[in-house]
């Protein structure tokens, strides 16, 4: 997903400091959100006009909803950040929201290539979502270490709201790689019942 990758520089750029930067990416970032909302209902309507089983309908229109949920949560990530100073965080912290971005985009990517699999038939379909399933639960752990550094620079810091944005934003972020774990799930299930 492209706007994965667009976070992951807006998050570098938030982590250096750089507040003209982080909000042209912002900008970016909520145009792309928009696309993608534009895409999906433009998908959703097409698949209930087409001449799919409504088993195949629901299963495109739970994929097409599912991920756009974590271009919504991008989004929702990166409008808290701005409301933070980058400035006021411990680098673990900075460094942490780095490394979770990396492991978000590794997240997509396998995501990707599930679809790809997915899409051509291929018989790694399940070994690739399996693989999806894997990097969340790696996310995961990060996530409840970087909560921690989070909670522990709160104590000392005296801009609550910064703490408070990171922190939410952080969820977002793990929100968004839980979604991708729920596409991978949308596409076991359509391998499962054969459908599509």
Avoid: C, Q
């Avoid at 003209?20 to 696309?35: A, H, N, P, Q, V």
């Avoid at 991920?67 to 409301?83: E, G, Q, V, W």
């Amino acid at each position: 997903m492209e706007i994965t990758k667009l976070f992951g520089k807006y998050i570098s750029s938030y982590a250096s400091g750089e507040l003209d930067e982080t909000s042209k990416y912002y900008e970016s970032i909520f145009s792309l959100e928009r696309e993608a909302d534009d895409a999906k209902e433009r998908i959703i309507s097409e698949v209930s006009r087409g001449p799919f089983h409504p088993m195949d309908r629901e299963d495109i229109i739970r994929l097409v909803l599912t991920m756009d949920d974590i271009a919504a949560n991008l989004k929702a990530a990166s409008r808290k950040l701005l409301y933070s100073d980058p400035r006021d965080a411990p680098e673990d912290v900075r460094s942490g929201l780095i490394k979770l971005t990396k492991l978000l985009e590794e997240i997509v990517s396998r995501l990707g290539d599930a679809l790809d699999a997915l899409i051509s038939g291929s018989k790694e379909v399940l070994r690739l979502a399996d693989a999806v399933e894997r990097k969340e639960e790696e996310i995961d752990e990060f996530r409840h270490d970087l909560i921690a550094k989070i909670l522990r620079w709160g104590d000392s810091s005296r801009k609550l709201s910064s703490v408070l944005m990171i922190k939410e934003a952080v969820e977002n972020i793990e929100a968004a790689s839980d979604k991708a774990e729920d596409v991978a799930d949308v596409i076991r299930s359509i391998v499962a019942v054969g459908s599509l």
